[in-house]
Protein backbone atom coordinates (compact mmCIF):
# COMPACT_ATOMS: atom_id res chain seq x y z
CA UNK A 1 0.00 0.00 0.00
CA UNK A 2 0.85 3.73 -0.72
CA UNK A 3 3.24 5.27 2.23
CA UNK A 4 2.89 8.64 3.84
CA UNK A 5 3.29 10.88 1.12
CA UNK A 6 4.63 14.26 1.33
CA UNK A 7 4.63 17.68 -0.96
CA UNK A 8 6.20 19.59 -2.09
CA UNK A 9 9.56 17.79 -1.74
CA UNK A 10 12.05 20.96 -2.14
CA UNK A 11 11.07 24.41 -1.76
CA UNK A 12 12.88 27.74 -1.58
CA UNK A 13 11.30 30.57 0.22
CA UNK A 14 12.18 34.45 1.49
CA UNK A 15 12.17 35.26 4.87
CA UNK A 16 9.55 37.19 5.76
CA UNK A 17 7.26 34.68 3.46
CA UNK A 18 4.50 32.20 4.76
CA UNK A 19 4.64 27.90 3.55
CA UNK A 20 2.02 25.21 3.17
CA UNK A 21 3.15 21.46 3.59
CA UNK A 22 1.01 19.33 2.69
CA UNK A 23 0.63 15.24 3.95
CA UNK A 24 -1.25 12.35 2.90
CA UNK A 25 -0.87 9.66 5.31
CA UNK A 26 -1.30 6.30 4.42
CA UNK A 27 -4.65 4.94 3.95
CA UNK A 28 -6.95 4.18 7.47
CA UNK A 29 -4.52 6.28 9.07
CA UNK A 30 -6.32 8.97 11.31
CA UNK A 31 -3.56 10.19 12.90
CA UNK A 32 -0.92 12.37 11.71
CA UNK A 33 2.30 14.31 13.37
CA UNK A 34 4.88 16.52 12.20
CA UNK A 35 8.20 16.83 12.84
CA UNK A 36 11.17 19.54 12.32
CA UNK A 37 14.76 18.21 11.75
CA UNK A 38 17.66 20.71 11.75
CA UNK A 39 21.44 19.70 12.23
CA UNK A 40 21.73 21.65 15.55
CA UNK A 41 18.49 20.64 17.66
CA UNK A 42 17.75 16.99 15.38
CA UNK A 43 14.27 15.89 15.23
CA UNK A 44 11.57 17.54 16.88
CA UNK A 45 7.77 17.33 17.19
CA UNK A 46 5.58 19.85 16.26
CA UNK A 47 2.10 18.50 16.68
CA UNK A 48 -0.19 15.63 16.40
CA UNK A 49 -3.80 15.61 14.29
CA UNK A 50 -6.54 12.79 15.54
CA UNK A 51 -10.05 13.05 13.40
CA UNK A 52 -9.21 16.55 12.86
CA UNK A 53 -8.32 17.85 16.53
CA UNK A 54 -5.20 18.90 17.91
CA UNK A 55 -3.72 16.43 20.32
CA UNK A 56 -0.67 17.16 21.38
CA UNK A 57 1.76 20.21 20.45
CA UNK A 58 5.17 20.98 20.87
CA UNK A 59 7.28 23.71 22.27
CA UNK A 60 7.32 26.19 19.27
CA UNK A 61 6.04 29.63 18.39
CA UNK A 62 2.57 29.99 17.37
CA UNK A 63 3.69 31.03 13.71
CA UNK A 64 3.74 27.06 13.31
CA UNK A 65 0.40 25.63 12.96
CA UNK A 66 -1.31 23.00 11.25
CA UNK A 67 -4.70 21.11 10.17
CA UNK A 68 -5.81 18.27 9.74
CA UNK A 69 -9.24 17.28 6.92
CA UNK A 70 -12.14 14.86 7.25
CA UNK A 71 -10.12 12.59 4.98
CA UNK A 72 -7.43 12.81 7.59
CA UNK A 73 -4.99 14.50 5.08
CA UNK A 74 -2.85 17.24 7.06
CA UNK A 75 -1.37 20.70 6.27
CA UNK A 76 1.06 22.61 7.92
CA UNK A 77 1.61 26.57 7.44
CA UNK A 78 4.63 28.25 8.90
CA UNK A 79 4.28 31.96 8.54
CA UNK A 80 6.69 35.27 8.97
CA UNK A 81 9.67 32.96 7.77
CA UNK A 82 13.12 33.19 9.67
CA UNK A 83 16.10 32.08 8.00
CA UNK A 84 15.96 29.44 10.97
CA UNK A 85 13.12 27.80 9.81
CA UNK A 86 15.39 26.30 7.40
CA UNK A 87 15.04 22.18 7.76
CA UNK A 88 13.41 19.17 6.51
CA UNK A 89 10.08 19.01 7.43
CA UNK A 90 8.51 15.16 8.33
CA UNK A 91 5.12 13.96 8.52
CA UNK A 92 4.06 10.92 10.04
CA UNK A 93 0.99 8.46 10.43
CA UNK A 94 -0.48 6.14 12.11
CA UNK A 95 -3.84 4.58 13.74
CA UNK A 96 -3.65 6.49 16.38
CA UNK A 97 -6.12 4.73 18.26
CA UNK A 98 -3.79 3.72 21.14
CA UNK A 99 -0.41 4.13 22.31
CA UNK A 100 1.92 1.47 21.03
CA UNK A 101 0.45 2.06 16.96
CA UNK A 102 3.12 1.59 14.28
CA UNK A 103 3.86 5.10 13.20
CA UNK A 104 5.32 5.65 9.28
CA UNK A 105 6.86 8.52 8.46
CA UNK A 106 7.21 10.45 4.79
CA UNK A 107 9.98 11.21 3.22
CA UNK A 108 9.79 14.79 4.52
CA UNK A 109 10.05 18.43 2.85
CA UNK A 110 13.09 20.36 2.44
CA UNK A 111 12.47 23.79 3.23
CA UNK A 112 15.45 26.18 2.69
CA UNK A 113 14.51 30.01 3.54
CA UNK A 114 16.81 32.72 2.12
CA UNK B 1 10.19 15.10 28.47
CA UNK B 2 13.01 13.31 29.28
CA UNK B 3 15.43 12.51 26.26
CA UNK B 4 16.67 8.80 26.04
CA UNK B 5 20.31 8.49 26.08
CA UNK B 6 22.42 6.63 23.02
CA UNK B 7 25.97 6.38 22.13
CA UNK B 8 27.19 8.62 19.52
CA UNK B 9 28.47 6.47 16.90
CA UNK B 10 29.32 2.68 16.90
CA UNK B 11 31.06 0.26 13.98
CA UNK B 12 30.50 -3.24 13.08
CA UNK B 13 32.02 -5.57 10.89
CA UNK B 14 29.36 -6.81 8.58
CA UNK B 15 28.01 -9.84 9.11
CA UNK B 16 28.18 -9.77 12.53
CA UNK B 17 25.81 -9.11 15.47
CA UNK B 18 25.39 -5.45 16.41
CA UNK B 19 23.91 -4.55 19.88
CA UNK B 20 22.73 -0.66 20.09
CA UNK B 21 22.17 0.22 23.30
CA UNK B 22 19.86 2.75 24.56
CA UNK B 23 19.45 4.59 28.47
CA UNK B 24 15.52 5.67 29.22
CA UNK B 25 15.82 6.04 32.84
CA UNK B 26 13.18 8.02 33.24
CA UNK B 27 10.63 6.71 31.05
CA UNK B 28 7.10 6.30 32.44
CA UNK B 29 5.10 2.98 32.68
CA UNK B 30 2.79 3.20 29.67
CA UNK B 31 5.63 5.14 27.55
CA UNK B 32 6.70 2.51 24.42
CA UNK B 33 9.79 2.46 23.31
CA UNK B 34 10.42 2.70 19.15
CA UNK B 35 13.49 2.48 16.92
CA UNK B 36 13.59 3.82 13.74
CA UNK B 37 17.00 4.73 10.90
CA UNK B 38 17.26 6.99 8.69
CA UNK B 39 19.57 7.29 5.67
CA UNK B 40 20.93 10.74 4.90
CA UNK B 41 18.00 12.80 2.68
CA UNK B 42 15.45 10.06 4.00
CA UNK B 43 12.59 10.03 6.75
CA UNK B 44 13.19 7.73 9.60
CA UNK B 45 12.28 4.02 9.37
CA UNK B 46 10.56 2.06 11.49
CA UNK B 47 12.75 -0.99 12.93
CA UNK B 48 10.88 -2.15 15.95
CA UNK B 49 8.88 -0.98 19.12
CA UNK B 50 8.01 -2.56 22.31
CA UNK B 51 6.25 -1.86 26.32
CA UNK B 52 7.78 -4.54 28.15
CA UNK B 53 8.15 -8.06 26.43
CA UNK B 54 11.27 -8.63 23.89
CA UNK B 55 10.16 -8.17 20.45
CA UNK B 56 11.03 -10.10 17.43
CA UNK B 57 10.41 -8.65 13.55
CA UNK B 58 12.10 -9.32 10.30
CA UNK B 59 14.39 -6.70 10.65
CA UNK B 60 15.71 -6.79 14.41
CA UNK B 61 15.10 -7.91 18.12
CA UNK B 62 14.55 -5.63 20.85
CA UNK B 63 15.49 -6.37 24.65
CA UNK B 64 14.09 -4.68 27.10
CA UNK B 65 15.18 -4.53 30.19
CA UNK B 66 13.05 -5.56 33.36
CA UNK B 67 13.18 -2.55 34.74
CA UNK B 68 12.42 -0.79 31.46
CA UNK B 69 15.29 2.02 32.50
CA UNK B 70 17.17 0.68 29.21
CA UNK B 71 16.55 -1.96 26.17
CA UNK B 72 18.80 -2.91 23.39
CA UNK B 73 17.99 -2.96 19.66
CA UNK B 74 19.88 -6.03 18.03
CA UNK B 75 20.40 -6.30 14.44
CA UNK B 76 21.71 -10.16 14.08
CA UNK B 77 23.73 -10.28 11.16
CA UNK B 78 24.92 -6.47 10.12
CA UNK B 79 24.53 -5.53 6.24
CA UNK B 80 26.22 -2.43 4.74
CA UNK B 81 22.28 -1.32 4.02
CA UNK B 82 22.16 -1.44 7.88
CA UNK B 83 25.07 1.58 8.25
CA UNK B 84 22.71 4.42 9.22
CA UNK B 85 21.26 6.80 12.16
CA UNK B 86 19.38 4.76 14.45
CA UNK B 87 16.98 6.78 17.07
CA UNK B 88 15.80 5.41 20.28
CA UNK B 89 12.35 6.78 21.02
CA UNK B 90 9.94 7.58 23.50
CA UNK B 91 6.16 7.50 22.50
CA UNK B 92 4.91 9.50 25.31
CA UNK B 93 1.42 8.47 25.84
CA UNK B 94 -0.33 12.26 24.59
CA UNK B 95 -1.08 11.32 21.49
CA UNK B 96 1.17 9.64 19.50
CA UNK B 97 3.85 11.94 20.05
CA UNK B 98 7.76 10.72 19.64
CA UNK B 99 10.30 12.28 21.72
CA UNK B 100 13.87 11.73 19.48
CA UNK B 101 17.40 11.35 21.04
CA UNK B 102 20.56 12.43 19.37
CA UNK B 103 20.65 9.04 17.79
CA UNK B 104 23.67 6.63 17.15
CA UNK B 105 25.45 6.68 13.97
CA UNK B 106 26.13 3.07 13.15
CA UNK B 107 29.11 2.00 10.41
CA UNK B 108 29.25 -1.19 8.92
CA UNK B 109 32.81 -2.42 7.47
CA UNK B 110 32.65 -4.94 4.73
Known amino acids: KAGVTQTPRYLIKTRGQQVTLSCSPI?????VSWYQQTPGQGLQFLFEYFSETQRNKGNFPGRFSGRQFSNSRSEMNVSTLELGDSALYLC?????????????FGEGSWLTVV | DAKTTQPNSMESNEEEPVHLPCNHS???????IHWYRQLPSQGPEYVIH???SNVNNRMASLAIAEDRKSSTLILHRATLRDAAVYYCIRESNQGGKLIFGQGTELSVKP
Open chain 2, 26 to 32: TISGTDY
Open chain 1, 27 to 31: SGHRS
Open chain 2, 50 to 52: GLT
Open chain 1, 92 to 104: ASSFGTASGNTIY
